[in-house]
């Protein structure tokens, strides 16, 4: 009986370590990419900053095209130059859609979340205190955070300065998007330089009630949130969108519902409210109303 007793234990902790292994090996995997993908989306790095690049189909030297910006999320925070291609990107490098709206896609690689360098993001300790309830489990993340002395957007910006010197970009057409972690970064991307960008499509993602939303409110914004996401509260969106209907802000809404925090690809897909059956709400007449998520952005002109 103790001899069972015996092997049974030893059973158990085999399928432990085993287990754990099989954990280690599938956390280590690294995301499925094409090899389509790897070849369109060439690899190189910036100030220790990876990066990817995709060239606009046919790509001639002589010709200005415009430049997508891409912010991954959480996931593809890291080194691998790899994890940062997402399920956007993909769509990007269709080739129907490439013929259509020839551009640069840009996809860096932050080790950490898309800030700013010398960007104050922790007020003072009241304002912190008032916050709305939706943003408790951030508190004490932001009261922990100093000031940035190094932000990966930053460095991201110098690279795109850097692009527009090597090749012909229409530095009136340079867009930004991203979900999640991304999503964020959009929004600080035009908070931060509302006079670069042409347009954004920030999906899942929010900025603190502490920065002046109207500050970005002529830059065309297309945001995309689910409500029933429980990882980024539909309430950081809903907020911005309110502001901006205040004062007249270029924006466009259109709130999903029953995806959670998987908003990255009915948005960026999204052929109009009639085909999916959820609703487009927009801060102001200004507002492009193009149906077609990727037509409305290569549409925008700064």
């Not at 990876?50 to 030297?61: C, E, N, Q, S, V």
């Amino acid at each position: 009986m103790k001899r069972c007793w015996l092997l049974f234990m030893i059973l158990l902790v085999v399928m432990s370590v085993a287990g754990a292994q099989k954990k280690r090996q599938k956390e280590k995997r690294p995301p499925k990419v094409s090899p389509e993908m790897l070849k369109l989306y060439e690899p190189s790095e910036f100030k220790g900053l990876p990066y990817r690049l995709m060239k606009p189909i046919g790509f001639d030297a002589s010709k200005t095209y415009p430049l997508v910006l891409s912010l991954h999320g959480a996931g593809g925070k890291g080194s691998d130059n790899l994890s940062s291609l997402k399920i956007w990107t993909e769509f990007l490098a269709d080739e129907k859609l490439r013929r259509k709206h020839p551009a640069f896609v840009l996809v860096p690689q932050s080790p950490g979340n898309w800030q700013v360098s010398g960007e104050p993001v922790v007020p003072d300790k009241q304002t912190l205190e008032n916050l709305p309830a939706v943003w408790n489990k951030f508190k004490a993340r932001m009261a922990d955070t100093k000031l940035i002395e190094n932000g990966s957007l930053s460095i991201t910006f110098e690279l795109v300065e850097k692009l527009c010197g090597e090749y012909k970009i229409d530095r009136s057409r340079i867009y930004v998007l991203g979900h999640s972690m991304g999503g964020f970064g959009s929004w600080t991307a035009i908070w931060n330089r509302p006079d670069f960008f042409a347009a954004a499509i920030p999906c899942a993602g929010g900025l603190p009630p502490w920065y002046d939303y109207s500050k970005f409110k002529d830059v065309p914004v297309w945001t995309f949130h689910s409500a029933d996401d429980p990882i980024v509260s539909v309430e950081y969106t809903r907020a911005i969108f309110q502001a901006l209907e205040k004062c007249g802000g270029n924006m466009k809404y259109t709130e999903l519902n029953g995806v959670g925090h998987g908003a990255q690809t009915p948005a960026f897909s999204y052929k109009g409210d009639n085909a999916s059956g959820f609703t487009t709400k927009y801060a102001s007449p200004r507002c492009d109303k193009t149906e077609d998520v990727w037509d409305w952005l290569f549409r925008q002109k700064r």
